[in-house]
């Protein structure tokens, strides 16, 4: 069984991280040339990580699947960046963000990382500033904010609906620049497929180049995985077709223990679907809940066009059942709350599964020109997509999957439990608790690959100094190569008749139907009797076409689709064990009176961290504790 330490230090909790960087061991600048770090992914966590750790000394290999680092779905963000500098002057602060994360995350996640994260936030727009990302202005020419789900303050820095793009572009530039003078080696359209350990340490990687098949490794003193979340599970969401768990799995699969991999975020404002034959829904940014006003016909069935009905026949029922907050409710909360009233048939659009999101009463009270200023974007590329005006008829919106917060389980300095191998940004777990508030993913990745790895690896580090690592030739790299080669001659070879994409999806509208919005304990149990089921058939029914020694995209696929039903089987077994409702796991069995979210803090109130033991069906289940010192516990409470 794992031992595992959070390694959070001593202290008061606003003293922890500086108590942190003063007792940290250092690499000096002479010495850090002689470590090499690999980077794996390269969005704003894993850009900005490898530009860093290359800016400092160190050797830097990135890797990344993409034709080019910018095409990292970090740059699909759209609506904001929170940090807080208060320049609103509206009550925020270090400690207001750091409840506000806190409360959001349904108490449910570590107060140590959490209060660091907003301490950071502060250097992330500065640094971001420095680095050429047009934020928006007000008239002044100082940067501007908005308000964002789950806080009463407007702390969010945006760049119109496209502040990811941005973001990333920035940290790409660094990446370049490092690239350019030799510090960081680029690999692109590779995969890592398998992470290799040498007595109990990571010692590199094992990818495949997705445009020849050949399979290498790679050694390093350390390995970062900034791979992302893995929201793709349901095959429906609104994460780009290619993201994946594999990076992470694989990790999990030596060693790493993965935590609360049932907390998965349904973003409550995004396109509904239009038929069956989807593969991908579109995000609009929760930032339109700020002029938007999310409502449905008070009468079940109403077929009436918006403009038809009355103001008296609306709900608008955010605002009803959470005046405080109204529009800006939490995600779980506001995607809960929309799917309760469409299951009543309160449903819009051609096929009922949608809410109006109406910008009727900003455009009158700012004027059309103000809100295309602020949206107008979003607002042709939903009209693209719709083929709707926004300007003219609601937009409609609906939940879907988005972020994920479980993930791999990483201590207070972003190492996992396989020492040498840290996680960053969506990689890990660490930061968000059962729930994520609204532009807190762009601060995470970049407050860990900018501002906390660069010190935390160092502490690492500095021990291996002048010790030789195992390079390529030692016979575990070669045996992690040859597992590979049997697993992807493997897909190859079984001669079935489904492709990879149907059992995506047939996996998919089981862990939707049974792990996704709401749970109870006889549809989990059911979806865990489903599910290695269909992983049988899979194994025996798989067609993949062409060969291993070319770009095949189906191979490739079939690889993720494999880590996905093993993933699939853990969140179940995650949401099945955890009997209680926190954030974004929803256990119909436990909700207050009004519907809302019933913790058990007596029995619950830990991170369940899952350790791989052979059989996806039989893990191990651990727990870390949650101590709250400074954060009471309390029921949350948006009304």
């Known amino acids: ?39 794996v992914g390269t969005g704003l966590a894993g850009a900005s990580a490898a530009a860093t750790l290359a800016e400092l000394g160190y050797q830097v290999d990135a890797f990344t699947f993409h034709d080019s680092p910018r095409r990292a779905h970090s740059i699909a963000a759209q609506g904001g960046i929170n940090a807080a500098k208060n320049y609103q002057g509206d009550g925020d602060s270090v400690n207001r963000l750091f409840m506000d994360t806190i409360k959001g995350g349904d108490f449910r996640s570590r107060e140590a990382n959490v209060h660091r994260l907003a301490q950071v936030s502060v250097n992330i727009i500065d640094q971001m500033v420095a680095q050429g990302v047009p934020f928006a202005r007000e008239y002044g020419g100082l940067l501007d904010n908005r308000s964002f789900g789950g806080a009463q303050v407007s702390r969010t820095f945006y760049a119109r609906g496209q502040t990811g793009q941005q973001l990333l572009l920035g940290a790409y530039q660094q990446l370049a620049r490092q690239i350019g003078l030799g510090g960081v080696r680029l690999f692109n359209r590779t995969e890592l497929i398998d992470v290799v350990t040498v007595d109990g340490r990571c010692a590199g990687i094992v990818v495949r180049d997705l445009l020849t098949g050949e399979i290498q490794s790679h050694a390093a003193h350390a390995v970062v995985l900034a791979t992302g979340g893995y929201g793709n599970v349901f095959f429906l969401s609104t994460n780009a077709m290619n993201c994946n768990v594999t ?20 973003h409550p404002t995004c396109i509904p679907q239009s038929d069956e034959f989807q593969s991908k829904l579109t995000l609009m940014s929760e930032s339109l809940r700020n002029d938007g006003r999310v409502w449905v016909p008070k009468k079940a069935g109403d077929s009436r066009a918006a403009h038809e009905i009355p103001e008296d026949e609306r709900d608008y029922y955010l605002e009803r059942l959470y005046p405080s907050y109204g529009n800006l409710a939490p995600r779980d909360i506001s995607s809960r709350a929309a799917k309760r009233l469409v299951d009543k048939g309160h449903g819009v659009g051609p096929l009922k599964n949608g809410v109006n999101l109406d910008f009727s009463a900003a455009i009158a009270r700012l004027g059309r020109d103000v809100v295309e ?18 300007y003219k008829t609601p937009m409609r919106i609906y939940p879907a999957t988005h972020y994920t917060m479980g993930g791999v389980w990483v201590d207070y ?19 968000h608790g059962a729930n994520r508030l609204g532009a807190s993913a762009l601060m995470q990745g970049l407050a860990d690959g900018y501002f906390v790895l660069p010190y935390t690896i160092s502490n690492g580090l500095a021990p291996l100094l002048n010790k030789s690592i195992p390079t390529t030739d030692h016979p575990a790299f070669k045996e992690a190569e040859n597992e590979a080669k049997a697993r992807f001659s493997g897909y190859l070879s079984t001669k079935g008749k489904r492709s990879p994409d149907w059992f995506h999806r047939e996996l998919g509208k089981i862990i939707w139907d049974y792990c996704g919005m709401e749970r109870t304990k006889e549809g989990l149990q059911k979806a865990l009797a489903d599910l290695p089921a269909l992983y049988q058939e899979f194994k025996s029914d798989l067609r993949v076409t062409g060969d291993g020694e070319s770009t095949n995209q189906t191979l490739e696929k079939a690889g993720r689709v494999d880590d996905f039903f093993q993933l699939g089987m853990a969140m179940c077994q995650d949401a099945l064990t955890r ?12 909700q207050t009176e009004d519907g809302e979210a019933q913790r058990n803090d007596d029995d619950f109130c830990h991170v369940a961290a899952w350790e791989w033991t052979g059989d996806a069906m039989k893990p191990n289940r651990l727990t870390e504790e949650l101590v709250f010192e400074n954060a009471h516990l309390a029921t949350r409470s948006y009304k």
């Not at 200023?373 to 926004?390: C, H, K, S, V, W």
């Not at 840290?422 to 660490?430: D, V």
Request: overall charge neutral; some cysteine.
């Open 1 to 39: 069984m794992v031992a595992f330490d959070a390694k959070i230090p001593a202290g008061p909790l606003a003293d922890k991280w500086d108590t942190y960087k003063a007792n940290a061991k250092l690499v000096n600048p002479n010495n850090k040339r002689k470590f090499k770090v690999i980077v």
């Open 373 to 390: 200023e602020r949206y107008g974007n979003l607002f042709e590329m939903y009209e693209r997509i719709a083929g709707e005006d926004p």
């Open 413 to 431: 300095e972003l190492q996992t439990t396989i020492p040498g191998l840290y996680a960053t940004g969506e990689a890990n777990f660490s930061d």
């Open 247 to 266: 990076a992470t799995w694989r990790a999990h699969r030596r060693g790493a223990l993965f935590a609360n991999p049932c907390y998965t975020q349904i």
């Open 579 to 590: 009997e209680e409702s926190c954030g974004a796991h929803f256990r119909s069995e436990y």
